[in-house]
């Protein structure tokens, strides 16, 4: 048989959904499973999500489309940028693809060439990885341990930074430690960043309308302007809006970029298709209740889950301040045994393993992000579920030897 691309032996499923399709399996067999392992909201778009799709559908034209993305869409994502307080963008600055992971890759791929520095922090989302190594770029991990509140600091940023990495990917709000920067936090990094004028910045903004605690939401660009010639912030419908299927995903940058990705998209996907555009047109444009009320449930869940990690001695846990994930510490749990089932804990993977065979619970081992000694808790669960899944969790705890 003829041998695979080189390449595909760096390309690795997402850690992720596997986890998501071993709880599934589990799910299948009878067992009772709550997963608190997948990013996806649980929420839907609202109705008129839904009527602009099927008004589209009447219409359909049946063609291709823009490659850039068509022009009303385009138009309501430079309204949804003047709302996050980036303005001055106009369509060349933009492009669209097939949600955020879509336009990431490209954009790496159009910025890196293979032994490229590619430079971020860790815990890192786990897409970050799996594309910089299929590109072949030259990894540089930042750690920021729980130590450091899972946050980069000037001067490990600068030490980076003087590498010259082709690029840097930034993501505030962070899947997977839910952990977001103060405006002061930005300011000093933003500086550091106009400190080295060789490295590309790509903000990964897609969870900047769920920040809790008055916060608030803050990108380079908001700090220094003057970085536009080289910062490319991206979005994604699919968090903010309940969208996650729909897949669809932006960038805002200089035209160089947004152009290079135009081209891309002519050779990979040709356009988002036209219900898609019309409905993330009606979810861009139409009323912005929904993420709004969700983002005051998603704070509400975040104190519950803390609430519950807090009983556990020896667990610690920055304390995450949007988007919807809860990253604690649980390498207090390393070397013991859980009682009930005799399974031994001598890892993240071998406690999210015992977890889910033991109480049915379903969490990502840290290592997926690059970090072993946590474990990433998405609360996006039925309502129902979290309180019984968290008492699960501490139960499991109790339950070492
Ligand atoms: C930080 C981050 N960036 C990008 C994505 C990709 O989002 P999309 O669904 O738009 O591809 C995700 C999805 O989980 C994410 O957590």
Avoid at 42 to 52: Q, S, T, W
Avoid at 165 to 183: A, D, E, Q
Avoid at 230 to 254: N, Q
Wanted: hydrophobic letters at 45%; proline letters at 7%; glycine letters at 8%.
């Amino acid at each position: 048989m003829p041998q695979l691309a080189r390449r595909m032996g760096r390309a690795k499923q997402s850690a992720i959904m596997l986890v998501a399709e071993r709880a599934r399996q589990l799910k299948a067999q009878g067992r009772d499973i709550i997963s608190f392992s997948i990013g996806v909201p649980n929420f839907l778009p609202g109705p008129h999500v839904y009527a602009a799709a099927r008004e589209a559908l009447e219409r359909d034209s049946g063609q291709y489309g823009s490659n850039r993305g068509a022009d009303a869409l385009l138009d309501a994502f430079l309204g949804h940028l003047e709302a996050a307080g980036l303005t001055g963008y106009t369509r060349a600055n933009c492009a669209t693809g097939i949600g955020a992971k879509h336009v990431l890759f490209n954009l790496c791929e159009a910025l890196l060439d293979p032994g490229d520095g590619f430079a971020f922090a860790t815990p890192y989302w786990t897409s970050y990885l799996d594309i910089g190594e299929l590109l072949g770029a030259d990894i540089q991990l930042l750690p920021c341990p729980p130590e450091q509140d899972y946050k980069l600091v000037p001067a490990q940023l600068d030490a980076a930074l003087a590498r010259k990495p082709r690029v840097f990917l930034f993501n505030n709000p962070s899947n997977p430690t839910g952990m977001v920067y103060t405006r002061e936090e930005i300011a000093a990094l933003a500086e550091v960043v106009a400190r080295h004028p060789d490295t590309w910045v790509i903000t990964d903004d897609i969870y900047h309308r769920m920040v809790f605690d008055g916060v608030g939401y803050h990108n380079f660009l908001h700090l220094r302007p003057d970085l536009r010639d080289r910062v490319i912030f991206v979005d994604s419908l699919s968090k903010t809006y309940g969208m996650p299927g729909w897949r669809t995903g932006f960038m805002a940058g200089p035209e160089v970029v947004a152009k290079a990705l135009t081209a891309l998209n002519s050779t990979h996907i040709t356009n988002v298709p036209e219900v898609v555009t019309a409905a993330a047109v009606a979810a861009l444009s139409g009323p912005q209740d929904v993420p709004q009320a969700q983002c005051e449930g998603f704070a509400r869940r975040r104190d519950q889950v803390l609430e519950m990690l807090a009983q556990i001695p020896g667990v610690v846990c920055p304390r995450p301040q949007g988007a919807f994930y809860v990253f604690p510490d649980i390498s207090v749990a390393f070397g013991r045994t859980h009682a009930p089932t005799g399974l031994r804990i001598g890892s993240d993977v071998e406690l999210c393993n015992a977890l889910l065979e033991a109480k049915g619970v379903a969490c990502v081992p840290g290592s997926a992000f690059g970090e072993p000694r946590a474990l990433r808790i998405s609360y996006t669960c039925p309502e129902a579920q979290l309180a019984p899944g968290l008492q699960r969790f501490r139960e499991f705890f109790a339950e070492l030897a």
